[in-house]
Structure formats: structure tokens, C-alpha cells
């Protein structure tokens, strides 16, 4: 099990929130995805033998945010 965390910008209130928590949590291989807008920070617990890095920060940037 791997363990990120990740800069995203442009995060400003809960719909934000659910929007990333959705669409990643959606992810065969993720099982844990945290928010905090407030600091700009999603954090993803993920097995890297079913999803990598690049699916994950793929499916943010889909959602119209920004992976620093």
C-alpha cells in the first residue's frame, strides 16, 4: 500500500471535496482518498499494483483542478 500526498490548487469548498473524493475513490486500487481545501492537499492511499500515480493525479486534473 502506498501513501501520497499530493498539492492541488484550485480547491474552494465542499462540492470540491466530493467532486475528488469521488472520482478517485472510483479508482479499482484506491482506499482511502482525504481532503483539506483549506491547505490545498489530497491525500491517497492507493496499491500501486492496481493504480498508479499518474491515473490518480489524472482523474483530479479531470475534475478541473491542478496536481502541483
Known amino acids: ?3 501520497v500526498k499530493l498539492n492541488v490548487n484550485g480547491m474552494s469548498c465542499g462540492s470540491c471535496v ?3 473524493k469521488g472520482s478517485v475513490g472510483e479508482l479499482t ?3 482511502k482518498v482525504d481532503v483539506n ?5 489530497v491525500g491517497v492511499s492507493y ?3 492496481q493504480v498508479d500515480l499518474e491515473q490518480i493525479t489524472g ?4 475534475q478541473g483542478y491542478h496536481v502541483a
Open 29 to 31: 486500487g484506491v482506499s
Open 47 to 49: 496499491d500501486a499494483n
Open 59 to 62: 482523474k483530479i486534473e479531470e
Open 18 to 20: 466530493n467532486s475528488i
Open 37 to 41: 481545501f483549506g491547505e490545498g492537499i
Open 1 to 3: 500500500m502506498e501513501d
